[in-house]
């Protein structure tokens, strides 16, 4: 079965930065989307980034853009997140997510597959 494993969370200072693993699974990797969503207490999942298949085209949430870069490696089935100067508002869950085919890849919903997530917390 598919399988996503998120590594890498922590805690972490304000202005820091952090990388962000996931390892897939039971999947063509190279033949799926990948997104990174978060999630921080009390509030919705919130798109932070996505990649398509070959690493044609990123997009990254406006409150992340040019702090964060989503890479990949589809030779080692894995997505990437490099989260520089961090923010206690980045402070969350963040999940890794795949999805085969997507229409609106800066939606959490359009993504069928996840993983459990990792905790990231940056105190001020």
């Known amino acids: 079965q598919v399988q996503l494993v998120e590594s890498g969370g922590g805690l972490v200072q304000a202005g820091g930065s952090l990388r962000l693993s996931c390892a897939a699974s039971?999947?063509?990797?190279?033949?799926?989307?990948m997104a990174w969503v978060r999630q921080a207490p009390g509030k919705e999942r919130e798109f932070v980034a996505h990649?398509?298949?070959?690493?044609?085209?990123?997009h990254y949430a406006d409150s992340v853009k040019g702090r964060f870069t989503i890479s990949r490696d589809n030779a080692k089935n894995t997505v990437y997140l490099q989260m520089n100067s961090l923010k206690s508002e980045d402070t969350a869950v963040y999940y890794c997510?795949?999805?085969?085919?997507?229409?609106?890849?800066?939606?959490?919903?359009?993504?069928?597959?996840w993983g459990q997530g990792t905790q990231v917390t940056v105190s001020s």
């Open positions: 039971g999947l063509t990797f190279s033949l799926y989307t």
């Open positions: 990649i398509t298949r070959t690493s044609t085209t990123t």
């Open positions: 997510a795949a999805s085969r085919l997507v229409s609106n890849p800066g939606s959490p919903d359009g993504y069928g597959y």
